[in-house]
């Protein structure tokens, strides 16, 4: 089994900046990619970032060139630097981790409130 533990959620204002956190422990025999996903209060889950083996990044349209999603393989750490954030992006956050036969785990979610 997986265990994703995320932390780094909490109250900032509009503008402000966040780290989300995630760190993966268990039965981890390779890792094909982590990101994080975000879910708003009344709608789907929807994908935020992800960052490959090989170091690849992708990110969700809107939150282009404010968020910048990193790893540190020898903690089996990935990490979700926030900035310039909106009202919308309040959120519960979600940290995936995907093996290579395409098995998904998720976290259980850190929340992400922006308001002032």
């Known amino acids: 089994q997986v265990q994703l533990v995320e932390s780094g959620g909490g109250l900032v204002q509009p503008g402000g900046s966040l780290r989300l956190s995630c760190a993966a422990s268990?039965?981890?025999?390779?890792?094909?990619?982590m990101g994080w996903h975000r879910q708003a209060p009344g709608k789907q889950r929807e994908f935020v970032a992800a960052?490959?083996?090989?170091?690849?990044?992708n990110y969700a349209d809107s939150v282009k060139g404010r968020f910048t999603i990193s790893r540190e393989y020898a903690k089996n750490t990935v990490y979700l630097q926030m900035t310039s954030l909106k009202p919308e992006d309040t959120a519960v956050y979600y940290c995936?981790?995907?093996?290579?036969?395409?098995?998904?785990?998720w976290g259980t979610g850190t929340l992400v409130t922006v308001s002032s």
């Open positions: 960052i490959t083996r090989g170091d690849s990044t």
């Open positions: 268990g039965s981890i025999f390779s890792i094909n990619a």
């Open positions: 995936m981790l995907l093996t290579p036969d395409g098995t998904p785990y």
